[in-house]
């Protein structure tokens, strides 16, 4: 029986070695590495990559000490069999070159992605010879040219991504046919201007479930009964995105083959449709229905009767957002049960929020923001997972009680801002334990904050705004209240009325916004936020005094720093050098002095630049002509800068407001500043658009603002800043002419050289300046006469030449004897209307009663807020589509909404010149 026992036991123990061995033998020869061929072919690859910012290529190298296995460099992956490189995915790599043709020698490459970089020049045909690829994303590229037809030849493809190559074209589809195993095909902005079978050629492809043509001109080339259809029976598209297209109802007739009982997602947003299709609610299996952006002024209960079909028992997403719908929010809604997302934003919605709203049983997400919806939340709300609720710019009134919030426990994200909440704190808010998000934002609250509120949310919040408000005391631990564990945090309680000192602060804040209050103290609690994460700190318009703190080296991720209007003293630390990413600088109205720190040159990013009303002293930096390249905006206005001004202020192309005013600068005038080209565009709408979006997961925004000298007056501009060009020189000891050069700049808008040494003439071409609404050269030693020019500048609102030595006749023109005659005055050979003084020749003189618009403080129909009504106009506009955009927080959606603001500018654009030409018609009949 012993030997038995021996002799299986030995079987056993032999099988399990044959075993082991086999597999460690195989362990072993199934363990290659990369093929030297195709290691050569991807270290060729790097060398056509003349810039890695992120180094991510670093590990591809031929240095012994180094990876020699190229299976292991980073973005590539090797077949663990054969040793073969199978896939390359450099993905968001920020690559900038050229696609090098080394990458036919990887031949049993099937997965080549390379969107997210910057490699240009055309889209390399050789990659058509690529017939192993089953995936090819190319995505977000600088390519241009023509797609090549020889991707006709990449038949295993299943995957074919070529979205947001703006310079890119198509001119023959064709080839997309012979792709028979296509499933995932994205062309998003890609012109199709010249392709006009492309429907018959997207249903011969019978195994395509997602197509994205979004952006691709398609009205273009589609019209009513233009070409016949094949069977569109077996479509088996699953998602479809349309938008962004300019297509209009017409298109009905060729969307209905393209459709099916298979389609789930369908996107018709940022085009011009007017109705809804009736065959939709046909469309059993549709989860996903994009409308946004379009113009639909139709009743929202007959919209959502035309898709109350079949389509109410699956649709989870609803998005009309911004299609001008009206009517009231009706019980229809109730029929559509599954609803997860529904969104109706910014529509003209008016009456009460039905009820049904609130018992849909699967709703998560409610937006109907930007409506005039009035009321309150209802007493009952029988929906416990709702996560997220935007009742924002309506005519709510009144708070619900705390015990009708119950079933809200688990909302996480409510906005209320606009709305009428006030004047007490809403105490109900905190019956929401899972907030991580809330905005009560000029919603009347004229209150005290209960002490309790700062520590009503264990998970911590990421997102606060109690701005716009009337809110007092002193503020709390603003430590305690904020997500540690977050990334990002969110804290806005500008425009209050808090005092008194800061205390500690969340390390985790990225937008910080204290603006606008009675706050004092040191700023140097900012040094708390230590993690690098900060990128938005506004601490304008308080009480702070001190200095800058040297910590600012922690902030690299910076993007606007504000301390305006403070107390602030000293110098700028130079540890400004490390904020890069610097794109707005305001320091207006402290006591800061010394030199301009010579490391603020590293702030190439700087956008807006305002030191205004400081101390400063010392030349005005040659450097910020070289380096800060991308200013739009630079103001030192009211220092004790003194020097010439230096030429290399004309290298700032982008200019539009340059303000040296109240200095001692001394010299000429530099002739260069022709070079100035923004403020020589004849066209408004290529003004820099002065709103800042640092935070599109918060919707968080910013508006540039400037003290500006308007019509002899100091004002803030804001929203409007964006479309002011401007040249101020005044106070100072400039000398020398004016530069002819300066009447190139057509579209300035503001031009103000009054208390200088100027002498010679005024140039003769300055009526070229047709957009001059300000014009002041006064006190200054100009001669000769004012030229006759300047009787064609129609909206010249301002005008001041007194104080020189002008002779001569003032020329007729309805402008010109506006004024009083105080703008003449103090040249004593200047004659003719409006003046009292004949000129030779003159019979009578009737002097017309004139009114100076800039002193009447009862007229408020002055230049500058015409100016307003017509900017505003634009404003508005403009602001309306920030509101909507704020929407659209994923990449495709803000290209979309940015496609759109082109599209809009044209409209707006037409509005504001039949403005101007209404005004004119009034003033001057």
């Known amino acids: 029986m012993r030997l038995v026992f021996l002799f ?46 992120g180094e991510l290529l670093s590990t591809w190298t031929n240095d012994e000490e180094a990876i020699d296995d190229c299976c292991e460099w980073f973005g590539v992956t090797c077949n663990k069999q054969t040793g073969h490189v199978t896939t390359l995915d450099l993905r968001y790599g920020d690559l900038e070159g050229k696609i090098s043709p080394s990458l036919l020698n990887l031949s049993y490459l099937n997965h080549l992605d390379l969107f997210g970089n910057y490699f240009n020049g055309t889209i ?26 020889e991707f006709g030849n990449l038949t295993n493809l299943q995957v074919l991504l070529l979205r947001n190559l703006r310079e890119c074209t198509i001119e023959n589809l064709d080839w997309l046919s012979h792709l028979s195993l296509l499933e995932d095909l994205e062309m998003s902005s890609i012109s199709l201007a010249k392709v006009d079978n492309w429907v018959n050629v997207i249903l011969s492809l019978k195994k395509l479930s997602t197509l994205r043509f979004d952006g691709c001109d398609l009205s273009h080339v589609v019209h009513p009964y233009s070409f016949p259809f094949v069977n569109s029976s077996s479509s088996s598209i699953v998602s479809l995105d349309l938008g962004n297209n300019n297509l209009n109802s017409s298109m009905f007739h060729w969307l209905f083959p393209l459709t099916s009982n298979k389609l789930e997602e369908l996107d018709l947003s940022m085009n011009k449709l007017d109705e809804i299709p009736k065959y939709l609610q046909n469309l059993c299996s549709l989860t996903s229905l994009s409308f946004h952006f379009n113009s639909m002024p139709i009743n929202f209960s007959d919209f959502l009767n035309n898709l109350s079909g079949c389509t109410s028992f699956a649709l989870q997403k609803l998005d009309a957002s911004s299609s001008q719908f009206k009517g009231s929010f009706s019980d229809e809604i109730q029929k559509f049960s599954s609803l997860v997302y529904l969104l109706v934003s910014n529509n003209h919605l008016t009456g009460t929020i039905s009820e049904k709203v609130w018992q849909l049983p699967s709703l998560k997400k409610l937006d109907v923001s930007s409506n005039s919806l009035k009321g309150v939340i209802p007493e009952y709300i029988g929906n416990s997972k709702l996560l997220f609720i935007d009742l924002s710019n309506n005519l709510l009134e009144g708070v619900p009680f705390e015990a009708h919030m119950s079933n809200l426990s688990f909302v996480e994200e409510i906005d209320l801002s606009s709305c009428k909440l006030g004047p007490h704190f809403p105490k109900w808010v905190q019956a929401l334990k899972n907030l991580s998000s809330i905005d009560i934002s000029n919603t009347g609250i004229s ?50 009325n808090f005092y008194g000192p800061i205390p500690n602060v969340s390390s985790t804040l990225q937008w910080l916004d204290l603006s606008k209050n009675k706050l004092n103290g040191e700023i140097n609690f900012v040094c708390q936020i230590f993690d690098g994460s900060l990128f938005f700190l506004d601490l304008s318009h308080n009480s702070f005094t001190g200095q800058i703190p040297d910590c600012l080296w922690h902030f690299k991720e910076l993007k606007l720093l504000s ?40 702030c190439t990013n700087l956008t807006f630049l305002e030191l205004g009303a400081n101390n400063f002293s010392g030349d005005v930096p040659a450097w910020i002509g070289e380096k800060l390249l991308e200013l739009y905006a630079l ?69 540039d603002h400037a003290m500006i000298k308007w019509q002899g007056r100091l004002r803030e501009f804001g929203i409007n800043l964006g479309l002011v060009k401007l040249i101020n020189l005044s106070r100072n000891n400039l000398t020398g002419k004016i530069p ?29 300046m047709k957009e001059l609404l300000i014009l002041d050269l006064s006190r200054n030693n100009l001669s000769r006469s004012i030229p006759s020019s300047m009787s064609n500048m129609t909206l010249l609102n301002y005008l001041d030449v007194s104080y020189n030595n002008l002779s001569g006749r003032i020329p007729l023109g309805t402008q010109l004897q506006s004024f009083e005659p105080s703008r003449y005055i103090g040249n004593a050979g200047l004659c003719g209307l409006p003046m009292s003084k004949y000129c030779p020749g003159d019979k009578e003189l009737e002097v017309p009663p004139v009114i100076d618009k800039s002193e009447d403080d009862g007229q408020d129909i002055d230049d500058l807020q015409r100016w307003f009504y017509i900017g505003g106009a634009t404003g508005f506009a403009m602001g309306f589509v920030i509101v909507c955009g704020a929407l659209l927080v994923n990449r495709h959606g803000r290209h979309t909404f940015f496609h759109f603001l082109d599209v809009l500018e044209d409209w707006v654009y037409v509005k504001v010149m039949l403005s101007v030409v209404k005004i004119q018609r009034v003033e001057h009949p």
């Open 8 to 53: 299986i036991s030995s079987l056993i123990v032999l099988a399990w070695f044959k075993t082991t061995t086999a597999t460690s033998l195989h362990h072993h020869t199934s363990n290659y590495k990369c093929i030297d061929k195709e290691r050569h072919a991807l270290l060729h690859f790097k060398s056509y990559v003349h810039h890695d910012p």
């Open 124 to 149: 390399p045909m050789f990659i058509g010879s690529m017939t192993q690829l089953r995936y090819l994303d190319l995505g977000r590229n600088d390519f241009s040219g023509i797609v090549p037809l």
């Open 447 to 496: 209150d005290t904050i209960p002490k309790e509120f700062w520590y009503m949310w264990p998970s911590g919040l990421t997102y606060l705004n109690l701005s716009s408000n009337n809110i007092t005391g002193q503020l709390k631990d603003l430590l305690s209240n904020f997500n540690s564990n977050s990334e990002s945090s969110t804290l806005d309680l500008s425009s209050n």
């Open 563 to 602: 301390l305006g209007h403070n107390n602030l003293f000293g110098r700028i630390p130079t540890s400004i050098e490390y904020l890069i990413n610097l794109e707005v600088l305001y320091l207006y109205n402290n006591s800061f002095s010394g030199e301009l720190p010579l490391s603020l040159k590293s």
């Open 635 to 703: 103001s030192l206005t009211s220092n004790n800068f003194f020097g010439t001004i230096p030429s290399q202020i004309c290298h700032l192309v982008e200019l539009q407001i340059l303000d040296l005013s109240d200095n001692k600068l001394y010299g000429t005038i530099p002739s260069c500043l022709n070079n100035l080209t923004s403020m020589i565009q004849n066209n408004r709408f290529s003004s820099h658009q002065n709103v800042h979006y640092f935070n599109f997961s918060s919707g968080s925004e910013y508006v």
């Open 740 to 768: 002819n050069e300066l009447t190139d700049l057509h579209d300035l808008i503001a031009l103000d050289l009054s208390m200088n040494a100027l002498i010679g003439e005024i140039p003769s071409k300055i009526g070229q």
